[in-house]
């Protein structure tokens, strides 16, 4: 009977309507939160309110708006609730409320201190960290004092101690005098850091086809470091992106011993052998397949062997690449073989390549030395009578080094930073006549941050040094031109002109390029997207005073998608005088 009787009255209630109408007078977005928040406007679908039921809610609504405006930063505003009756206008009685919210209140004065190691540390780094904490401090002076941005500057400086050398860390004190009248906020806040935790031992979970030490040796965490978040994320980064996992999870316990803190790692094993098919299509070789095995543990020899093919109208090849897994010094051996063609249009290359190297990849640095044999051949119409010098018909051993040094803020879509690679090396032709040649390739990228967006600076230098009858396969020489490189010109497009319209491999390449880059906007605030302009300059000859330069302008798109940097840019070729459509994805350097 109860239950059938509360059914009774809130259909009653609902078919009389309302008991009052709400309006609130204040400014936006002060009204907007008063509109949504206000406990009063609840009360509104109870139809049988009395006087003094009424009375007692306007009185409760005035504490309610008080408590609302001070989370906005208004601690003094003048706030009015008036009761209109019903009449022939109004078939409801109306409540109004009008609110004068006044000067919000400003923060005055900033008062951040700190206990534990960070306060008595004379180390730079903490001596760094305490500055950065106070210089990043999100609530300054002269900001309007609001609870939630006092919550968010809180959690952003408690934040920047958690995430280096001391992951224990806590908020200790706070206060927030605020001054009704005066309209001022003063703020205190003591952080208490905890001891300082340095890297301990690596334990692994999830391992049973690989050897565990393969995470300790890819996620490279010295024992002894002090604690860094980032440096654990970007070990994750490097084990997800090894090969050998699908997914690696890195967590430090604060409750373990600060001198020697066990680092987990929770990993997901990538399964030995994996197959991957891929149909697509490039605006600089066509439509194309693509297969890719791997096995991630070759039998006898323990390395990983992945073998791609790739079946394109341009630029078809197979490819097999053996890796070691990494030492205890962090080098690992490598061993490449790979056959391709290449057609240009006019003549067709077959290439051969096989390398053996060591290889060693750091946090910001990758070297590396090799050894390894190329051979190179071309086909081109028979009426045209070109040398092997001129085509890069040749074989030849060759033994060099590389170096890469990255300074990047992201490595994944970089806004600032810049990064130098280089590989030098020495060989020596086979054939009838053997030639000794030295090559030296440069390349360097930089990011110029502006006020809105920035410049990308990408610059390459290479040199074939030799006398000029060494037969030096065309896997040694230059061609440049395509996506990654000259935009406007078909891929390898860039060469040295030989007869019949042809273009051969150079012994010098030279390749700058400028691009603005600017993310696009939504209702004010930066999207994924961004547009992009840019000129793109390459030259190719045998002697300096051969370099004639070819220049591409356009303009495109970028978007920082889930799995990575996709761009699409519209190049004119002014040489050419052409139109063409690039499309590139990821960033390497």
Known sequence: MAVSALLLFAGAARAEGPAFDLVVQAPQPLRELLDRHLELGRFRAVADLDEAELARLITLADRDARELLATQGHFAPKITITR????????????????????????????????GDLAQSAEADAIAQREAVVAGWALPAGRVFTQAAWDDAKMQALQAVLARRYPAARIAATEADVDAAAGTARLAVRID??????????????????????????????????????????????????????????????????????????????????????????????PRLSAEHTHNRVPWLGWRAITRAQAERRNPFLQADLTAPPEANGWHWTL??????????????????????????????????????????????????????????????????????????????????????????AGLTFGSRREPFQRTLVRGLAYQPLAEGRIQWRGEAAAVFARSEARIPATQLFRTGGATSVRGYAYQDIGVPLAGGQVGPGRLMMVGSAEWQRPLRREGLPTALESALFVDVGAVGDEPGDLRAKVGVGGGVRWKSPVGLLEVALAWGVQPRRVRLHFNAGFVF
């Open 336 to 425: 490449l073989g790979r056959t391709e063609k290449l057609d240009d249009g006019e003549r067709i290359t077959q290439a051969q390549r096989l390398r053996l190297g060591r290889a060693r990849a750091e946090d910001r640095f990758d070297r590396g030395f090799f050894v390894q044999l190329d051979r190179a051949s071309s086909r081109e119409p028979a009426a045209l009578r070109l040398t092997d010098v001129e085509t890069g018909d040749g074989s030849a051993v060759f033994a060099g080094v590389t170096w890469t040094g990255r300074w990047f803020d992201d490595l994944q879509a970089p806004t600032r930073g810049w990064g130098l690679g280089a590989e030098v090396g």
């Open 193 to 286: 850091s905890g001891p300082l935790y340095r890297l301990g031992p690596v334990r692994v979970a999830g391992m049973s086809l690989y050897d565990p030490q393969l995470v300790e040796r890819l996620s490279r965490l010295p024992p002894g470091s002090p604690f860094d978040r980032a440096r654990l994320l970007d070990a994750q980064a490097r084990l997800a992106a090894s090969g050998w996992f699908d997914s690696a999870f890195l967590h430090v316990d604060p409750q373990t011993d600060p001198e020697a803190a066990v680092v987990q790692a929770t990993v997901r094993e990538s399964p030995l052998r994996k197959w991957v098919l891929g149909i697509g299509f490039t605006t600089d070789g066509g």
């Open 84 to 115: 209109e009756p019903a009449g022939a206008a109004t078939p409801r009685p109306r409540l109004l409320v009008r609110v004068e919210p006044g000067e919000p209140a400003r923060v005055t004065d900033v008062r951040i201190t700190f206990e």
